[in-house]
C-alpha cells in the first residue's frame, strides 16, 4: 500500500480540508493519504469531508503542540 504526505501545517480552517479535496483527484485507490495539520477544526473537518466523500478516516490524531496527523484510506 502507497502513503502519501500532504502537510497542511500553517493553514486556517478550511484550507487542510480543500487541499486534502484536491489532493483527493490524484490519488488511486488503496493508496493511503497521511494529513499534517495545526488548525483546531482540522479532526471535525476531516471527519465530515471522509463521511460525504466516502473515505475512510482510519485515524485522526493529536500529536501534540497543536498539531494533529490523519490517515486516510483511498
Do not use: H
Not at 478550511?14 to 488548525?39: F, H, S, W
Not at 479532526?43 to 473515505?55: A, L, M, V
Amino acid at each position: 500500500m502507497a502513503t502519501e504526505v500532504l502537510d497542511c501545517n500553517g493553514m486556517k480552517c478550511p484550507q487542510p480540508v480543500l487541499k486534502v479535496a484536491i489532493q483527493a483527484r490524484k490519488i488511486a485507490p488503496g493508496t493511503m493519504l497521511e494529513v499534517l495539520a495545526d488548525c483546531s477544526a482540522f479532526p471535525n473537518d476531516i471527519k465530515k469531508w471522509c463521511e460525504k466523500n466516502k473515505k475512510t478516516l482510519l485515524s485522526c490524531s493529536d500529536i501534540g503542540g497543536g498539531s494533529y496527523k490523519a490517515q486516510i484510506q483511498f
